[in-house]
């Protein structure tokens, strides 16, 4: 869907959901509808809601609306639906507050518990427009449930639903000129839940094979252990950010890159990820290591003593790990400011302090962007609150975005999905630094739909479920593409097309993404959509969703070179205009692509098949 038609349709609708992958124009969706509501019926009370402190931030900037852009859990306990002591939700007690628009962005991270306490908390009566604005290929909540994909899910497929007409714009094209070519963002698409791109494939591959263009938004580097690894991020944080380890000063590097004693300090400039917090690539070894490696002399020298055990010093970037009010003073008397988990800011000063006749004590301020004054946090409470946030988890990062990323992507780790993936491969807004260790096999792995996080939750919003455990990972049929022989695929035009060839020519025809390897170098490959083996030959198909669109069929056309470079001919609706071959001898790739409405006909599948395989 274009920009145009998903603008009319959330003003047309009481409740919508926008969602599409990073550079698809969410936001500024949201912004041309506010200022099209405010010319066509006046000023209305809007309400802008997020889960997080960046992703609250971001939607005020771009809207303009600062004064009405709150994270979910400040209008919760604004409402007292949060209970002060702790910010656990509260079933009950609270007040409403109601506004025409309600917008909610990064509905992905939202939790089916936090989602329902938001809905109590709102006038519902008072609300002409509720909106749902994120991205259901990021990670699942953390907590219950997974109820943005739920509702996009039932919305897309309820046939009562639908025939009230259509609640969900899906933008697929990217309008960002800076991200239609970006080559890192092509490599997200690989593990998003859309309609496989045709040349998503050939990206993996220029992976595996260190071609990626020097000059676009991705660097790709190996490494085989934490000392290679060390030393590796420590070479690209000098080449791309310019802190230098080995200078004479390389703690002034490091300032300078996060924007130390500048009226506006950017700690969010640049970011290391990682999916695991412990072992040796995890986010807190990594931390430890850059810390003593630019921090060394201040952690000895420090007066007061460095704060917590992850002993926070003076000029130190720190992560808030939970939603709290932490104290300020505003030259006259000390207020309380709320602060999100997940805000990342500098260490701008420590102090010890003390009054007659008691116990001195430590305090540490902290500067978070957005915010012209500093937040203090006493010695015995930093552990509660703030961590060394050099290197964050991609989960902490969700909702956020830096300019330089360097995400370090090992060989295994028990957090590691196809979500995880895509969100820490969409974090970037300049240039993403990939750093895997030893080969692209995770990359491979994740891809696949049974690396799913989101479909590993065995919970649905709008169906009761009972789930023996001996049964094995609950899989919804609203969210899982499963064909007739039990293969996930990654679309429903794939299931439709395995289940025509198993119809066809008998089960066990076909393998799913089966690695296709060039002769000349294993690490070239791509991953047809369905290998075929049938009286001992062998072919290859290929379903083109979206030939209509000049960027699919751009992708298509370098993919089919690539099968043509090997010698292996292709037929069908994606081959060259005027060049198809009669029948040419196997192995060679079959094509098949959906209707113009988006529908897929299996008798043209089925005719396919009988045409090129069975010569009939």
């Known amino acids: 869907m274009g920009q145009a038609d998903a603008l009319e349709l959330v003003f047309r609708s009481r409740f919508a959901v926008i969602h599409g992958p990073a550079g698809t124009g969410k936001t500024t969706i949201v912004a041309a509808l506010l200022r099209g509501i405010e010319e066509t019926e006046g000023r209305r009370p809007v309400l802008l809601l997020a889960p997080t402190g960046k992703a609250r931030v971001r939607l005020a900037e771009k ?56 809905l109590r908390a709102l006038k519902k009566n008072e609300v002409r427009r509720f909106i749902l604005v994120g991205d259901p290929n990021q990670l699942p909540p953390i907590g219950p449930g997974r109820p943005f994909v ?24 990217r309008v960002r000129h800076k991200h239609r070519g970006s080559e890192a963002l092509r490599l997200a698409d690989a593990f998003a839940a859309e309609d496989p791109s045709p040349d998503d494939d050939a990206i993996l591959s220029a992976v595996a094979l260190g071609r990626v263009d020097p ?4 660097e790709v580097h190996y490494w085989n252990d934490a000392v290679e690894l060390s030393h590796l991020l420590s070479e690209r944080m000098k080449a791309v950010l310019g802190v230098a380890a080995d200078g004479p000063k390389p703690w ?29 690539h995890g986010t807190s070894e990594l931390n430890r290591v850059i810390q003593r ?42 207020r309380e400011e709320y602060v999100a988990n997940g805000e990342v800011g500098l260490v701008v000063g420590t102090q010890r302090k003390g009054k007659h ?71 970037f807004k300049e240039r993403l630094i990939l750093l895997i260790e030893k080969d692209c096999g995770p990359l491979l792995r994740c891809r696949s739909p049974e690396a799913s996080a989101t479909a590993r939750r065995n919970t649905n919003l709008f169906s009761l479920q009972m789930h023996p455990e001996t049964v094995g990972p609950y899989r919804p049929d609203l969210l899982i593409h499963r064909t007739r022989e039990g293969t996930l695929v990654r679309s429903k035009s794939e299931v439709v097309v395995a289940d025509v060839l198993t119809s066809v020519l008998g ?16 690490r070239d490959f791509r991953l047809p959509d369905f290998t075929i083996t049938y009286a001992g030959d062998t072919f290859y198909w290929e379903h083109l969703g979206m030939l209509g669109n000049p960027a699919y069929r751009q992708e298509w056309e370098r993919k089919r070179a690539w099968y043509e470079g090997l010698g292996i001919p292709v037929v069908g609706i994606g081959a060259a205009p005027g060049q198809e071959p009669p029948h040419p001898t196997p192995p060679f790739v079959i094509t098949s692509a959906d209707g113009r409405d988006g529908s897929i006909d299996a008798q043209e599948i089925a005719h396919l098949a009988r045409k090129w395989i069975l010569n009939t």
Request: contains cysteine.
């Open 150 to 173: 739920d509702i996009i899910s039932w919305l897309e497929q309820d046939e009562t639903i639908r025939r009230y007409g259509r609640h969900v714009a899906h933008l697929r094209q």
């Open 215 to 218: 000059a676009s938004d991705l």
């Open 252 to 280: 002034d590097t490091l300032d300078e890159s996060l924007g130390h004693g500048k009226e506006k300090p950017h700690p969010e400039r640049w970011q290391i990820l990682s999916p695991v917090r412990g072992d040796l």
């Open 63 to 118: 809207t303009g609306l600062k004064d009405r852009a709150f994270t979910i859990h400040q209008f919760l306990l604004r409402n007292g639906w949060l209970r002060e002591e702790n910010f656990t939700l509260k079933l009950s007690g609270g007040q409403t507050e109601g506004a025409a628009t309600v917008i909610v962005d990064e509905a992905s991270m939202i939790t089916v518990d936090l989602l329902a306490t938001m």
């Open 293 to 334: 490696t630019y921090r060394r002399g201040l952690m000895v020298t420090a007066k007061p003593r460095p704060f917590g055990e992850q002993e926070i010093v003076w000029r130190d970037k720190v992560i808030q790990i939970a939603n709290a009010r932490m104290p300020w003073w505003d030259g006259k008397q000390q």
């Open 507 to 522: 089960e066990g025809c076909y393998r799913y993404e089966q690695k296709l390897e060039n002769p000349a170098d294993p």
């Open 357 to 427: 006749g008691k116990p001195p004590w430590d305090v540490l301020y902290v500067r978070f962007p957005a915010r012209d004054f500093e937040l203090q946090y006493r010695c015995p409470i930093v552990d509660s609150y703030l961590e060394l946030a050099y290197a964050i988890t991609v989960h902490k990062a969700q909702g956020s975005d830096f300019d330089y990323v360097f995400l370090i992507i090992p060989q295994k780790a028990p957090t590691l999905s196809r979500e995880l993936l895509y969100t820490g491969l969409t974090r």
